[in-house]
């Protein structure tokens, strides 16, 4: 298909996260998984912020954007990006 003809294969994610502007995941990141981001990047998904001090600190650290899915508020404005509801 022409429109994947300039796609790149990469051997595994640390190679994608390595040049990833904006990284989405569905399960928070490991420590090494961040490690392995750049610096400055964007990342959506669920993260659960409050159990994961040492992922958030990290994040902080290396200046890491981050969109808990999980904190979208459950109203009805909201609800097209409420993840929880899509989920049910």
């Known amino acids: 298909?022409?429109?994947?003809?300039?796609?790149?294969?990469?051997?595994?994610?640390?190679?994608?996260?390595k040049d990833a502007d904006l990284i989405?995941?569905?399960?928070?990141?490991?420590?090494?998984?961040?490690g392995q981001m750049k610096d400055g990047c964007t990342l959506v998904g669920f993260m659960v912020p409050s159990k994961n001090a040492d992922m958030m600190k990290l994040m902080c650290d290396k200046k890491i954007t981050s969109l808990a899915m999980e904190l979208v508020p459950r109203i009805t404005r909201a609800q097209s990006m409420d993840a929880l509801s899509s989920q049910a």
Do not use: G, M, R, S
Not at 1 to 17: K, P, T
């Open 1 to 17: 298909d022409e429109d994947f003809a300039d796609v790149e294969i990469v051997a595994d994610a640390a190679a994608l996260y």
């Open 24 to 34: 989405f995941k569905v399960t928070p990141p490991t420590v090494e998984e961040l």
